[in-house]
């Protein structure tokens, strides 16, 4: 089974920067896109963005759309999510899953890191 391991959630001022980290523990960029998801305080999961490194796209949510950007390190089995400008409304557990493909979020495929808190105060 694929394990991934989401890191770099903390507090942050809005208007702050962090980057989060989304370590597999084997190589699934041929396999797998990765997504990037959050659920806020008495909120349902929604997406945030996504990467298929096995046809180059990418997804954002229309809320994050010039503030997020998603890359991936091959080498590293590592997907980043760096997120400028941040706001209240991004604070959330943030998590990272194994989709196949990134079309309309993708498919999920149950394999999901543990989640990591991003606060952002106004």
């Known amino acids: 089974d694929v394990q991934l391991q989401a890191s770099g959630g903390g507090l942050v001022q809005a208007g702050g920067s962090l980057r989060l980290s989304c370590a597999a523990s084997?190589?699934?960029?041929?396999?797998?896109?990765i997504g990037w998801f959050r659920q806020a305080p008495g909120k349902g999961r929604e997406g945030v963005s996504c990467?298929?490194?096995?046809?180059?796209?990418?997804l954002y949510a229309d809320s994050v759309k010039g503030r997020f950007t998603i890359s991936s390190d091959n080498a590293k089995n590592t997907v980043y999510l760096q997120m400028n400008s941040l706001k209240p409304e991004d604070t959330g557990v943030y998590y990272c899953g194994a989709r196949y493909g990134c079309k309309a979020w993708g498919i999920q495929t149950g394999y999901w890191g543990q989640g990591t808190l991003v606060t952002v105060s106004s």
């Open positions: 990467i298929s490194s096995s046809d180059g796209s990418t």
């Open positions: 084997e190589f699934t960029s041929d396999r797998y896109a």
